[in-house]
């Protein structure tokens, strides 16, 4: 059997290509044959959290999440799953109608 090709998806903008790119084809592959989607959600409170739910029980594979707050209910669904959560950093600035 030949092994599938390593670039299994043609080059977007700047270069990036699929997400199979970095993966052998098996691994982007569900069990069942079906397409897995690998991504990180970035979000927060209600909607993050239905988001969250609702991705997952469509067979999304969520590797991170990334949240304002700690104590945020997406990130404590997220731990609760097992899934990295990132706490983004506050970024210092400001814009007009924001100080």
Same mark, same amino acid.
């Given at each position: /059997? !030949? ?33 897995? /989607? ?15 739910? /609702?991705? +997952? ?6 590797? +991170?999440? !990334? ?31 924001? +100080?």
């Amino acid at each position: /059997m !030949v092994p599938p090709p390593l670039i299994t998806a043609a080059p977007f903008a700047g270069g990036v290509t699929g997400a199979c790119d970095v993966y052998r084809r098996q691994r982007c592959l569900a069990r069942d044959g079906k397409n897995i /989607m690998r991504i990180t959600l970035v979000g927060s409170r209600h909607f993050g959290v239905t988001t969250f739910n /609702m991705l +997952r029980q469509h067979g999304v594979d969520i590797v +991170r999440v !990334v949240v304002a707050d700690a104590e945020d209910r997406l990130a404590t669904a997220a731990r609760a799953a097992g899934i990295e959560v990132t706490v983004q950093a506050d970024p210092g600035w400001s814009w007009p109608g924001n +100080r």
